[in-house]
DNA sequence: TAGTGGTCTAGACCACTCA
DNA sequence: GAGTGGTCTAGACCACTAT
């Protein structure tokens, strides 16, 4: 890795923000001196410089320059857990068992997270997830049958209902929150959980143009973090 | 935002792989023909397939050409919650209250997340963080009092650890966790939350090229949640 | 209005990896 | 070996915004 490569001109930046010569809050030279310091492109200057921004590092901005950020580890990039993937990563053998499956008229919560008109009906559908045959991760999901009208002969005792989605439609927008919960008498009773143990819990929205498809809450087992990806 | 400028380009890749036109797994044309196609530059394809690939939509690999990835929605990023801009953001008043301090032996987890040796002693830390004062966050902390001496001495119940820790610490790096846990009778008493309540926790360890500077865990009040930023 | 970052171009060379 | 993405350069123009 060259010195003026762009990962190059990266960790000399990092280094001069670690050693304090650039202090928090302080403007950093333009890129073209730097670009003058180092010889080489501002080009380059510019993508080492914006891959710091990106992790929240520096603060950029049109003739105002660039500062070193307040406050470092600001953003974190999360890699979207992927049940089967975990499962399989740790050696373990997957498995998951369809708990559930029922058209039926959906809480005003849900049915807003849908976007569904009232007394419309979604399909709720209810999957443990399994590593080594123990309860990994509870799965509960609404689907838009509108949008998604086969949903209701899927052969969801072989194939998980995430991945039949992901083989059905085509491509879908999405959005993911992070929270904790106590699990219920149902969801306790399935992951084999103390009563009212804190779970994490990851929720996601995916959509496409025209509706939106599914609304699912996953519910780990206790114990279970998710770690930033650097 | 020109057709054939990156955001551009980016969007109309996002519609042809929402339309199906490049399906779930399948190979798309290389940047060149890309380039070609849209009569702009190899670096500016270059940049819209990178950035999608970045997003996790797009598995790229030399000679292997590009592929849409199997599973959309893999990465996200989160905007690690800084708790006096949450605060303050929502328009509440923010303050904070120490609630202990005092050097004295950690157990074994956090001595090895500090990186300190049998009996060498740390800084522990407690502090309350409210909004309108009600509780907001309970903040576990411990800190390497060999990395920052002066640790003891700070006027903590004015400014809060955390950010007395950015003044004087010029730089740090840093992973984060995030988990669940019940409320431990201390915690739900200063959080005046439920007895084993379901907390969202986020952990977070800094250090510095010479060793680790804290380790933190921060309970947030229940129904607290994190939404990925996109 | 001037200085800074944001971005595009055209060309080039390199690194990886598939066949 | 050949095709693909990864990246650098030098130059250019533009957009924003602090002063």
């Not at 953003?75 to 708990?99: F, M, N």
């Not at 194939?159 to 959005?175: A, H, M, Q, R, Y």
Request: glycine share 6%; aromatic share 8%; with cysteine.
């Amino acid at each position: 890795m060259s010195v003026t490569s762009r990962h190059g001109l990266r960790q000399t930046f990092l280094g001069r923000i670690h050693s304090g010569e650039w202090a928090l809050g302080a403007l950093i030279p333009s890129e073209a001196r730097l670009a003058d310091e180092y010889d080489c492109a501002r080009t380059t200057v510019n993508r080492a410089l914006q891959s710091l921004a990106d992790e929240g590092l520096l603060i950029r901005k049109r003739k105002g320059g660039t500062r070193v950020c307040q406050t470092p580890v600001r953003k974190a990039k999360i890699d979207i857990p992927i049940i089967r993937e975990q499962v399989t990563e740790t050696g373990a053998k997957y498995s998951h068992r369809l708990v559930s499956r029922e058209l039926t008229e959906p809480n005003s919560s849900v049915r807003q997270q849908l976007g569904l008109s009232p007394k419309q009906k979604a399909v709720h559908i209810k999957t443990l997830y399994l590593a080594n045959e123990r309860p990994y991760a509870f799965e509960d999901r609404w689907v838009n049958p509108a949008m998604v009208p086969k949903i209701m002969d899927a052969p969801l005792s072989e194939i998980s209902v995430n991945e039949w989605l992901v083989k059905t439609v085509p491509f879908s927008n999405g959005d993911v929150v992070f929270s904790a919960a106590n699990a219920n008498p149902e969801i306790s009773t399935q992951l084999k959980a103390k009563v009212a143990a804190a779970l994490f819990v990851v929720q996601r929205r995916t959509w496409m143009d025209n509706g939106f498809i599914t609304s699912v809450k996953v519910f780990y087992h206790e114990g279970y973090n998710l770690k930033s990806a650097l």
